[in-house]
């Protein structure tokens, strides 16, 4: 009798433990981020195996590299040219790097992070989305500018900050008149000529204009302006290109087919100083050969006259 006591006890424990719920699950912190461009930082994204991350970025991506895909796998569609998707493919923690670039040059480091199924609900970032830096505009079939609020310049201003030319010229004024000039070419398929260049203080506005002489359509990619060094060597080669900001550009338009003409207006702040061996340079390049650019010299210093140099 005491033995099928010792059976029912037995069998009501085990009935009270098969009943007992099994602990829930601890979630991630899902998280949607959303970030300014900026070419010279690096993101860090948190990864989780059976997660996707995506990333979005302002415009049409050409390639994405990672560091280690054996550990980490990305994905990108030309059905969503903006949109690249990241996950682990290990369940260990692991980290590395990725590299996505741009179909106007611009690159985007990320470095990767995943703690591997450990169930400790740390972060993981769902969305990263980029938005384009403000200022940053690309003009379309018709010119147009986005510029602040021109502020009067009264005779003492003008007397202590000499700028060049017409301090009322905006770029609307320098577009129509490059439009109707006859520029001094330079480079052999795609072509480029500057215009006017004009300052105000450190901020300076070139115009320009490019030839399509190749016997295809070209699509251009936006103006860069940067400013290059020269070794002390016999040969003299160029050591280094630093890229300046460019605030705003504005442009007739990118889709040039053979013997076309582009006219647009670029503006920069310009260094304040730059070494003998420098020379500031406007750089600009068709988006199917962006390793192929034109170099035209720029004036580091507007001449008065606002004449094309």
């Not at 740390?122 to 147009?144: C, H, K, Q, R, T």
């Not at 030839?211 to 699509?219: F, G």
């Not at 442009?251 to 006219?263: C, E, K, Q, S, V």
Request: with cysteine; glycine share 6%.
């Amino acid at each position: 009798m005491k033995i099928c006591w010792i059976f029912v006890y037995l069998i009501t424990v085990t009935a009270g433990f098969a009943q007992v719920d099994p602990p829930p699950p601890v979630l991630p912190d899902a998280r949607i981020v959303c970030l300014t461009l900026d070419t010279q930082t690096v993101t860090v994204l948190h990864l989780r195996p059976g997660y996707v991350t995506s990333v979005r970025v302002p415009e049409d991506v050409s390639s994405v590299v990672l560091g280690n895909p054996s550990a980490f796998k990305a994905e990108h569609s030309d059905a969503e040219p903006r949109l690249v998707f990241l996950k682990p493919t290990t369940p260990t923690p692991d980290e590395t790097n990725a590299l996505i670039t741009t179909k106007t040059g611009r690159e985007i480091a990320l470095h990767l992070v995943t703690v591997g199924k450990a169930d400790d609900g740390g972060p993981v970032d769902f969305l990263l989305e980029y938005a384009n830096p403000p200022g940053i505009f690309i003009g379309a079939s018709e010119p147009s500018f986005v510029i602040a609020d021109s502020v009067p310049i009264s005779p003492a201003s003008r007397s202590a900050t000499p700028v060049a030319d017409v301090p009322e010229r905006g770029p609307q004024e320098l577009l129509r008149h490059q439009a109707q000039s006859h520029p001094h070419w330079q480079g052999k398929e795609l072509r480029v000529a500057i215009g006017r260049v004009t300052e105000n203080q450190d901020e300076m506005t070139v115009a320009y204009s490019v030839l399509n002489s190749s016997p295809r359509t070209i699509e251009l990619l936006p103006p860069q302006v940067q400013l290059s060094g020269t070794s002390k060597g016999k040969h003299g080669k160029p050591v280094k290109a630093e890229q300046i900001a460019v605030y705003d550009y504005t442009i007739t338009t990118r889709r040039l087919p053979p013997h076309a003409r582009a006219d647009s207006v670029v503006v920069f702040e310009r260094p304040s100083f730059k070494e003998s061996r420098e020379q500031m340079m406007l750089q600009v390049a068709q988006a199917e050969e962006v390793d192929r650019p034109v170099l035209v010299p720029i004036p580091f210093v507007a001449p008065l006259s606002g004449g094309a140099r």
